[in-house]
């Protein structure tokens, strides 16, 4: 159990994010910080951070946004899901070419939590509501950098 | 000496091939597990009391996610010249004085107004106690208008209790957590309030839009007498609000011969996306705590109306229409 910690805190860090207030046109933007952060450690680290990592930090944001218990859950379930299957392939890639297998598997991300936000009746009126996938696909090779700096720096495998 | 694969429990080389159950299977499980949740969570309260305790770990981030915006506020305060400082102060000695002075009035208004109502034997009070609260964060998904504010179960904040600001009505608690609730906003696209034009008495019901700029009007009839600047106040119709506070003033009547009813556009008069203190309402018109769906209240009114006269006589159309009014707006949303 080395260095959990880190893994915890950058989930953590992304919650804090994901809830951070944003001006007004800004915040239809707002990066999908959690799906980032987890999505880079299933790929670094798969036999440590899976599905049920996903599922519970998932639950944490539904409880932050007062939305539907599980609807999160379900949707980081499948993020962790898709990068699982994928990851042994896109783990090899250069980080641009991450960022579009990234934006397929945050797009559907978005398109199932459009569906599941239906379903308890409110719908976005627009295709605004796919923003965040596009902008969390250019902060990827960001991210996925600056934590990569961070594992090594503290020796997590 | 043989080397020990497995350290601390764990396997030193990662595991190509001790597996544990199927990614798939994995996947499946996880997905119905998440399925249940949502269907108990949206069709019973059973998971209430668990996201409630859930909250009351998590809200902590809440306050930290705010500390930019109040070291902004803090920062501001700090650097803001002597000068500026002197010239709020005289304009806020100014305002206060002529408040003062309408309070006055309204001190004789208010006892002039109990003594017509109990002439009318009238159980309606004027007066509600109030509860201040803070803004603690916004609702982070920009599609949904809510807030997040600093009072909870352990202050006596109830599910439905109004919100209001300084200048009209905000909206409604939704969530209620031990030390924090969730307030959903009339503008929210799921939000809706029975009003009343005050110039007339005319009834609408206000629907959120999804927009924090405006209201919209539904099911106004062309021929209405409604126009721009009317101010809508509450109507007390739907047994959530308090009647008499108002709502907004009406920007925009488009009357297309086209449409059966009228485009009416309100501009809420709250200060829905700066107020950062808001009064929490102990009416007696909604004092009936936890009770939410729309057919309890219905039944619960017409037994009163039963016992109780007198509250009929106060207004004679709160019953006919209030069991309406309130399934057409949807205020238990």
Known sequence: MRNSLL??????????LSIMPMPSPLDLGRPMWLAMVLAYWVMALPHRVGLLTAWVSGLATDVLYGELFGQHALVMTLVA???????????????????LV??????????VLLWLNSLSGNRPPTLLFLMPALVSVFLWPWVSSVLSVLRKRFHVY | MVVNPWRN?????????????????????????SVVLMVIDARFAALQPLRAQLGLLLTP?????????????????LTSSRAELIAENERLRAESLLIQRQLQKLASLTEQNVRLRELLNSSSLVDERVLVAELIGVDPNPFTQRLMINKGERDGVFLGQPVLDASGLMGQVVEVMPHTARVLLITDAAHSLPVQVNRNGLRAIAAGTGNNEYLELRYVGDTADIRVDD????????????????VGRVVAVDRDPGHPFAEVKVAPTAQLNRSRYMLLVFSPESAYGEVLPALELAGEQEQNGAQDEGEQVAEPVAAETADQASEESGDAQ
């Open chain 1, 7 to 16: 893994i915890a805190l950058s989930i953590l860090a992304a919650l804090l």
């Open chain 1, 81 to 99: 899901w898709l990068v699982l299957l994928l990851h042994q392939r896109i783990r090899r890639f250069p980080l641009w070419q991450q960022s």
């Open chain 1, 102 to 111: 990234m934006l397929p598997v945050l797009g559907i991300a978005q398109m």
């Open chain 2, 9 to 33: 429990g764990r396997p030193a080389i990662k595991p190509l091939f001790i597996k544990g159950p199927s990614l798939g299977v994995r996947l499946f499980a996880l997905t119905v597990l």
């Open chain 2, 61 to 77: 981030l809440y306050y930290v996610a705010e500390v930019p915006a109040r070291t902004w506020d803090t920062f501001h305060q």
């Open chain 2, 231 to 246: 101010i809508l106040v509450s109507s007390g119709l739907g047994q959530r609000f308090p009647a008499g506070y108002p």
